[in-house]
Structure formats: structure tokens, C-alpha cells
């Protein structure tokens, strides 16, 4: 074997996005000529609020430009450890948070520093691909609790229970939810902290990258409930990526116990060393400046799920649930006799339209399609109208 094709056995365990590689062919088909809209990738496609570039931009100019400590500046750590205790009412110190580029590594840290071969994780299934990936990459189990339409997207806490043994080393939510845009109301959450008290040596990974984009009712997180702090046994994914729409920015935070936070800190030492300093003065800045951008944006997906909601239910086959947050819709498209591959495939290659197969985010997710509603309303009608035609040639 050459040298070159050594690589190790583990590479094999390690998923992807799928959102990656589809908004990759949409791009090879633009560069053909071809006219694409894109409702693949989970990004918002607003600009960020002025004030935060100004202030990462202040931030160069004032010689931010260097390493700074591995966990975040002190006065970001501050900041976000403020901001949760407020948003989830809960005591936070700052050595409990960990600034990362981007939420994502927050996941991958976490599970590297926790979960053990044979350690089994339970996870819901559709859910973001990564959890999964690098369940797998740790030697991890995964275990799925559905999500189904027919139960508003929820865990049937039955199920929920099944997945649980003594052997689970982990749980994982997400609410308000990628990719089915369901959301967990307080009583759910309360539900799952109940069960969840009948395994206390599990941690709870609670990712609330969306808790700032919820269309009703008020945002319920799991560390609310007692005996699930961050300072005991759950870890919080937040960030300024979807918030803020800074994607771009790679900005993100882990909330968690202090002694994890401490090793996951020297995981990112051992990787990306911190995150970008100029960055994080935006997103000092972010928190504490004017939150109208926030609800104008929320305001704007809810518009444009709308449309999109009323206009997938009026294509023969296609039956679309209203989400309750994030920024998707995960029609089921069983009646149109396409499987979701088949038919996201089929609207790449004929209508000109990304989206992505809801088998990218598991097992469960067969049968639906995500749309991603970042995009504008004009760009959203005209892949409706392009959907309509294909699917009823
Ligand atoms: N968690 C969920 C559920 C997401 O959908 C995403 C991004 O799509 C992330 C976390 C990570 O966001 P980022 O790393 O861009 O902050």
C-alpha cells in the first residue's frame, strides 16, 4: 500500500455534513451556468449588526491580533457566563465557559473528553450529523430516541426511556431542533429531567445553538431543571453563529463543569490553540449591545417559513408541519413515491433547487426533505414554483 493511502482505522468512523457536499455540487452546477437556489446550507444570509463589525474591526486596529488564553478572553468568558445565568437561571462562573471557533467544536471536544469505547450515547435521530460522526470517532455507541412528525417532532419520552441503560455515558438534545425545527417545551424537558435522574452518572449535552430562534412560548433549557446545572452534569452549546449570523466568524461556547471545562481547554490547546481575538471582541460586543437584529431576523425567518410551509402543502404529496424554531422546514414527502434522496437529487439535477435529504441526518430522517429558509422570499417562491413543476411532470 502507498504511503499515501495509510491512513488511520479510525478516518473510517468519522461522518460528515451533507450540507457541505450538497451546497459543493450546487456550486460545481453554477459554475456550468446552471441557476441554483440554495436551501441547503444552515447559514443565515443576513449580514451581521453593524455595531459587531465595528467592533471586531476596532478590535485589529487596537492590536488584538495575537493568541489569546486557550479558554477566552476573561471579559467574553464574563460576559457569556452572565448572559446564561441570566437566559437559563442558573448560577454560571466564567470557568465554566469556554470560547471555541464556532459551536461545533464544543461537540467534538466534549465527546472526545467523555465518551470511551463501548460508552453508549443517546441521541436523537434526525439530528445533526456531527453528533453521530464523532460519537462514532470516540469508539462511542450511538442509541436513537425518533423524532417523528406525527409527535410534533418530541421525543415519546417511552422511547426516550428504552434508549437509556446503565451503560449510557451521555445524552444529547437540541432544541429549538436542526433539521425538523421542533422544540422541546418546558413540561418535555421536565419529562426527560425526570428520567434522566434515574441515571445521575450520565452527562447531558444540551446544544441551544438556536435557543434565540424560537417562534413561541418561551425558550425551556434542561439546565433550568434542578439537579441538571451546568456546574453538575450538563454541558451547553451556544454561539454567536445563527444569534448573530456569524457563521463566517467561527465563534461559539461550551458552559459546562468547571473540571471539563478545564480539559476541554487543553484540547483546544492541543488543536486550534484559541479562538480568533478579534472575534471574540465582536462578540463581546454582540451581548451587549442592542438584541432588535435578533428578533428582526427572527421575524423575517418566520415570514419566510410561512411561505414556504403554505407553499410545500399545496404540492400533491408533500405535507410540511409549521416549525416552532430554528430556521428549517423537514416536509415528508412520502406521498410523491420518491425516496428523499431520490427526489433531493432530483430536484439538484432538474429544478435547479439544494436542499438536502433528510436520511443526512439518520435513519429517521428517510422519507422528509430540509429546506433551509435562509434565503430570500423572492429566491424562496421561486423554488417552490421550480419543486411544483418537477414533481408534477
Ligand atoms: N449545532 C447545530 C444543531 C447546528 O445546526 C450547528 C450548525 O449548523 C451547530 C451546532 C454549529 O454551529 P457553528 O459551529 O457554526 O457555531
Known amino acids: 500500500m502507498k504511503a499515501s493511502e495509510r491512513l ?49 474591526c ?41 470560547v471555541t471557533p464556532g459551536g461545533k467544536p464544543v461537540m467534538f471536544f466534549s465527546i472526545l473528553a467523555l465518551v470511551e469505547e463501548g460508552d453508549e450515547v443517546l441521541l436523537p435521530n434526525p439530528s445533526f450529523p456531527i453528533y453521530e460522526s464523532m460519537v462514532r470517532f470516540a469508539g462511542g455507541k450511538p442509541v ?49 429531567a425526570d428520567i434522566l ?24 433549557s434542561i439546565a433550568s431543571e434542578d439537579g441538571f446545572s451546568p456546574s453538575g452534569r450538563t454541558i451547553i452549546l451556544d454561539g454567536f453563529s445563527k444569534t448573530y449570523a456569524m457563521t463566517g466568524w467561527r465563534l461559539g461556547y461550551g458552559v459546562m463543569p468547571e473540571r471539563l471545562a478545564g480539559e476541554v481547554a487543553k484540547l483546544q490547546v492541543n488543536s486550534n490553540s484559541c479562538a480568533n481575538a478579534a472575534a471574540q471582541y465582536a462578540g463581546i460586543a454582540a451581548l ?11 421575524e ?9 410551509v403554505s407553499g410545500l402543502n399545496e404540492i400533491p404529496g408533500v405535507e410540511c408541519a409549521v416549525p416552532k424554531g430554528a430556521f428549517y422546514v423537514f416536509p415528508r414527502i412520502v406521498g410523491t413515491g420518491h425516496s428523499a434522496d ?12 439544494a436542499c438536502l435529504s433528510g436520511t443526512g441526518f439518520g435513519k429517521y430522517g428517510e422519507g422528509h426533505l430540509r429546506f433551509s429558509c435562509a434565503n430570500s422570499r423572492e429566491n424562496i417562491r421561486r423554488a417552490l414554483e421550480r419543486v411544483g413543476d418537477v414533481l408534477s411532470k
Open 288 to 298: 451587549a449591545g442592542p438584541q432588535g437584529s435578533v428578533d428582526d431576523m427572527r
Open 300 to 308: 423575517e425567518f418566520r415570514e419566510r417559513q410561512d411561505i414556504m
Open 58 to 98: 476596532d478590535a485589529l486596529r487596537n492590536g488584538h491580533t495575537h493568541y489569546t488564553p486557550s479558554a477566552g478572553v476573561m471579559e467574553l468568558r464574563e460576559a457569556i457566563a452572565r448572559d446564561v445565568a441570566k437566559s437559563r437561571n442558573v448560577p454560571v462562573e466564567s470557568g465554566q465557559v469556554v
Open 197 to 220: 435522574r434515574e441515571y445521575p452518572d450520565a452527562f447531558v449535552f444540551s446544544d441551544e445553538i438556536y435557543s434565540r430562534l424560537l417562534f413561541e412560548g418561551e425558550f425551556a
Open 8 to 56: 488511520a482505522s479510525r478516518m473510517k468512523l468519522l461522518g460528515t455534513e451533507s450540507a457541505f457536499s450538497v451546497l459543493a455540487k450546487a456550486k460545481a452546477l453554477e459554475a456550468e451556468g446552471r441557476d441554483i437556489v440554495h436551501l441547503e446550507i444552515g447559514e443565515p444570509d443576513f449580514d451581521t449588526p453593524g455595531h459587531i463589525v465595528e467592533a471586531g
Open 342 to 353: 431520490e427526489l433531493a437529487d432530483m430536484l439538484l439535477d432538474e429544478a435547479g433547487v
Open 144 to 192: 436513537f430516541a425518533p423524532l417523528r412528525q406525527e409527535n410534533d417532532f418530541r421525543f415519546d419520552l417511552d422511547e426516550f426511556r428504552a434508549g437509556m441503560s446503565e451503560k449510557t455515558k451521555l445524552v444529547i438534545i437540541n432544541s429549538p431542533a436542526n433539521p425538523t425545527g421542533g422544540v422541546l417545551a418546558k413540561d418535555d424537558v421536565a419529562g426527560l
